[in-house]
Nanobody, 121 residues
Framework: QVQLVESGGGLVQAGGSLRLSCAAS????????MGWFRQASGKEREFVAA???????MYADSVKGRFSISRDNGKNTVYLQMSSLKPEETAVYYC???????????????WGQGTQVTVSS
């Protein structure tokens, strides 16, 4: 079992930055692929970024060059650094853990409760 707790969300102006954190429980954190997803009101959950246990990363095209995912296996934590934020990126951001590296939500086994990010125009 892996429990995930996100933090770092909040209100930011367009063009601003935020760093999200996701703290994980469990001894096998380092072996999991970790992902970030987001879900805006009335929309489907969408992939943002993922990082494999090797450190390999992937990003949604919409966030490439602006967002950065990283992990600290010693602290059982994954981060999402977001910059140049846009109002349309207002959403609940979720952290997820899974054994398959990729962008498909159903491949992730564990999910956090989410943290709200609101980008004002």
């Amino acid at each position: 079992q892996v429990q995930l707790v996100e933090s770092g969300g909040g209100l930011v102006q367009a063009g601003g930055s935020l760093r999200l954190s996701c703290a994980a429980s469990g001894r096998t954190f380092s072996s999991y692929t970790m992902g970030w997803f987001r879900q805006a009101s009335g929309k489907e959950r969408e992939f943002v970024a993922a990082i494999k246990w090797t450190g390999r990363t992937m990003y949604a095209d919409s966030v490439k060059g602006r967002f950065s995912i990283s992990r600290d296996n010693g602290k059982n934590t994954v981060y999402l650094q977001m910059s140049s934020l846009k109002p349309e990126e207002t959403a609940v951001y979720y952290c997820a853990a899974g054994s398959i590296y990729g962008s498909v939500p159903r491949n992730y086994d564990y999910w956090g409760q989410g943290t709200q990010v609101t980008v004002s125009s």
